[in-house]
């Protein structure tokens, strides 16, 4: 999970949002039908990468809606005790930064 969220990093800072959804998805998919809290986390990751390659696409509604899945599951952060926690945040710290860029501008 640490090495995915790694390589989730480096291609969120690279734009390559399609590629970043894809890392998380390998292992999302596999455990979609669980509801433990850490897939939660990883979809709302990867809801947030399909956001922005949305906003890329130039198809805001879509991703405003994309990006709500991720604000629907991002408040997990707040109380997880993963051992992933930190790099958690870090991915977490980074889409809202990205969101500022995509959003706002």
């Known amino acids: 999970m640490g090495e995915a969220c790694k390589t989730f ?24 039908f669980e509801k433990n809290e ?4 990883i979809k ?3 809801n947030a990468s399909v956001a ?15 990006w709500n899945v991720y604000l ?3 408040p997990l952060l707040e109380n997880s005790t993963s051992e992933h926690l930190p790099i958690y945040k870090e991915i977490e710290k980074l889409l809202e930064q ?8």
Do not use: N, T
């Open 72 to 74: 629907k599951y991002s």
């Open 44 to 46: 709302g990751f990867i």
């Open 38 to 41: 850490e897939i939660l986390i």
């Open 98 to 105: 990205k969101y500022e860029q995509l959003f706002r501008s």
């Open 9 to 32: 990093i480096q291609l969120i800072k690279k734009c390559e949002y399609y590629e970043a959804h894809e890392v998380l998805e390998d292992i999302w998919f596999p455990r979609r």
């Open 52 to 66: 922005f390659e949305l906003v890329k696409k130039g198809r805001m509604e879509a991703a405003k809606k994309a």
